[in-house]
């Protein structure tokens, strides 16, 4: 059960298509504008100027589309899994809410911390840690990328975390962060492995991943909600690893790496036999195709931040944001 990103995906892989096979391409260092020859020279993802306006222009656009429940406001602002959860997040509202949100509060970012690795080729990325008016003390850590610079900065990870939970981050002497390659063998678990072994640990269990609410808890819960009165629920998960997908990882000062990544699960509810799904709602509805009578199946977007250490040892997932993007009735 896959799904199609669109003409506006299909769009982006040609576009990074034509960018990867230029070549010369323009990047932008802390002094401004230089030509580099090829895409093999290490230079800052941004310079802070442009990843504070990034977020700016973010924040600015999420309101907007908040306050209205109108995903066309801020679309061109994400992507990736945020992209995903955002608009359906939006066209779920819009249908209990027509005429927008009545109860929209802004949301406010302060206190923010980018942290800007150095790197070769594209996408181009950097990590906005903030304070946010909303969730308590939580931090918001948000990832943007780009594919080049014709491209707009935008929004693929967003995770809240405890504050102490955020690590510290190897940097250079002029304060650049380093960026770990996803196949990277240094690490408990390569980056571009822990979508598939975290989806493999919900099924299964294991000894990959630290206990805590994002792992063990979450896998006791989901037996809990397994056999409920006359209903029955099955889950599935699948890994996302490719294209806005990808997962985005920055050596943290221990050696270890913070490590953004997706993966994407299906919940089937089914009813027993002479009995009804019970209703999910006018919001759930609003993402639902056939209907809902035996059984509902929704499908959730998950995007993950983990602490991958390196060498041996567990990894701990440190943050989780996931919503529903679509559900099929039958």
């Known amino acids: 059960m896959s799904r199609d990103r669109g003409p506006r995906r299909l769009r982006r892989l040609d576009r990074s298509a034509l960018i990867a096979a230029s070549v010369t391409a323009l990047s932008l260092t802390a002094s401004g504008c230089v030509v580099v020859h090829g895409e093999r020279e290490i230079l800052p993802s941004a310079t802070k100027a442009e990843a504070a306006k990034a977020l700016q222009q973010f924040t600015v656009a999420y309101n907007e589309a908040d306050k209205e429940y109108d995903s066309s406001l801020d679309a061109d602002y994400v992507t990736g899994a945020l992209g995903?959860?955002?608009?359906?997040?939006?066209?779920?509202?819009?249908?209990?809410?027509p005429g927008g949100n009545a109860k929209h509060t802004p949301l406010k970012l302060s206190d923010v911390k980018y942290t800007i690795p150095k790197k070769a080729g594209w996408p181009r990325w950097f990590l906005a840690d903030a304070a946010g008016n909303k969730f308590g003390s939580a931090r918001w850590l948000f990832v943007f990328t780009r594919d080049g610079l014709d491209e707009p900065w935008e929004a693929a990870y967003l995770t809240l975390t405890a504050p102490d939970d955020v690590p510290e981050f190897?940097?250079?002497?002029?304060g650049w962060a380093e960026a770990?390659?996803?196949?990277?063998?240094?690490?408990?678990?390569?980056?571009?492995?822990?979508?598939?072994?975290?989806?493999?640990?919900?099924k299964d269990g294991g000894d990959t991943f630290a206990p805590?609410?994002?792992?063990?808890?979450?896998?006791?819960?989901?037996?809990?909600?397994?056999?409920?009165?006359?209903?029955?629920?099955?889950?599935?998960?699948?890994?996302?690893?490719?294209?806005?997908?990808?997962?985005?990882?920055?050596?943290?000062?221990?050696?270890?790496?913070?490590?953004?990544?997706?993966?994407?699960?299906?919940?089937?509810?089914?009813?027993?036999?002479?009995?009804?799904?019970?209703?999910?709602?006018?919001?759930?509805e609003a993402l639902t195709t056939g209907e809902i009578k035996q059984s509902l199946t929704l499908e959730i977007i998950s995007n993950e931040v983990a602490l991958d250490p390196k060498g041996s040892g567990k990894v701990e997932i440190i943050g989780r944001t996931q919503g529903l993007t679509s559900a099929k009735g039958e």
Not at 84 to 97: E, F, M, N, T
Not at 170 to 174: A, F, H, L, N, P
Not at 230 to 240: A, H, K
Not at 270 to 277: I, K, L, Q, R, W
Request: glycine fraction near 6%.
């Open 212 to 284: 805590g609410r994002h792992t063990s808890a979450w896998r006791a819960d989901r037996e809990k909600d397994a056999k409920r009165p006359g209903l029955v629920s099955q889950f599935i998960d699948e890994p996302l690893t490719d294209g806005d997908y990808a997962p985005l990882a920055l050596r943290t000062a221990d050696g270890g790496a913070m490590v953004f990544f997706t993966t994407r699960y299906y919940e089937k509810r089914t009813a027993y036999a002479g009995t009804d799904v019970p209703s999910p709602g006018k919001a759930v």
């Open 180 to 202: 770990v390659p996803a196949n990277s063998t240094e690490l408990a678990v390569p980056p571009r492995d822990l979508s598939k072994e975290y989806a493999g640990y919900l």
């Open 170 to 174: 190897k940097t250079d002497k002029d």
């Open 84 to 97: 995903d959860i955002d608009a359906a997040r939006l066209k779920a509202s819009k249908a209990v809410s």
